[in-house]
């Protein structure tokens, strides 16, 4: 089995077997991996909590070609994010983050930027400095770096210019359509090309630059309805952090606590 030495952010982490955690982890050098980190459960000088949820490592492993799990030899910790792990919101909205990249990473298929993203989003939650904008930036900028970009300067059905104040989304088409289109193909997402605009900017600002980047509560508003709806079409499933996420905006604790949340 070739060995291989990775800097990774670990997406999922859960017990597997007696003694053993199967965890999924992400990096630009070699993509989204699955693994097996044997005695991981009783070996506390090897592991540590190197392999908890939203742990920044360098993984150390071995890959047999053609087997779907890695063997996770060690992971040597970069960083933990303690401060995004003292709050449940910011906890929440870490635990989202990972399963966005998750859903829109395929295995061993590496997207060359995603992991300076990550981490400096995880470094804005970890300063208590991210908000629903953020992740709507996250969001957009995510889809770009996975090859799922939205249409958002032109018509997708007949390329002409938009018109406001207001334009739907057709996501199956993957993007804005006109107003004398939405007629003719059925009405989509609703929004307002001031939020179209914003999410495009959100897709091109630098990484040095996203915390300054504000965004309107309309835009961070109707960007979660159109990117989250838009995440489900491409990949095919619905993110189950949301509920977890939604619940602690409305003032809920889910009585599942911060667990349930960290399925990623």
């Known amino acids: 089995m070739p060995p291989f030495v990775t800097e990774a952010v670990i997406l999922h982490s859960a017990d597997f077997l007696e003694r053993d955690r199967l965890i999924t982890f992400y990096g630009d050098e070699r ?23 939203l742990a920044h490592v360098v993984v150390r492993g071995f890959e047999r070609p053609g087997a779907a799990l890695v063997r996770v030899d060690g992971a040597d910790l970069i960083d933990y ?3 995004v792990r003292e709050g449940v ?27 300076p993203l990550l981490l400096r989003v995880l470094q804005l939650l970890d300063a208590g400095k991210g908000g629903e904008g953020l992740l709507r930036i996250f969001e957009a900028k995510v889809l770009d770096l996975a ?13 002409g210019s938009l018109k406001g ?19 003719r193909e059925g009405g989509g997402v609703r929004v307002s090309m001031g939020t179209i605009l914003a999410l495009d900017e959100a897709r ?50 889910p009585t599942q606590g911060k667990g349930e949340g960290a399925r990623g």
Not at 32 to 53: D, T, Y
Not at 89 to 115: D, K, S
Request: glycine fraction near 12%; proline fraction near 4%.
């Open 31 to 53: 993509g989204k991996m699955r693994g097996v980190a044997k005695g991981a459960k009783r070996s506390r000088r090897r592991f540590g909590a190197n392999l908890e949820l």
């Open 81 to 83: 994010y303690q401060g």
């Open 89 to 115: 919101m910011g906890f929440a909205r870490a635990c989202y983050v990972a399963e966005w990249i998750a859903g829109c990473t395929a295995e061993r298929h590496p997207l060359p930027g995603l992991l």
């Open 147 to 159: 090859g799922y970009r939205p249409r958002l300067d032109r018509c997708v059905v007949c390329q």
């Open 165 to 183: 104040p207001r334009v739907d989304f057709l996501v199956e088409r993957g993007g804005v359509i006109c107003a004398d289109c939405a007629e």
């Open 204 to 253: 091109r600002v630098g990484l040095d630059r996203i915390h300054r980047l504000a965004l309107t509560p309309l835009a961070v508003r109707e960007g979660r309805a159109l990117l989250r709806a838009f995440y489900t079409y491409h990949v095919g499933r619905k993110l189950r952090s949301v509920s977890f996420l939604e619940a602690l905006e409305k003032g809920v604790i």
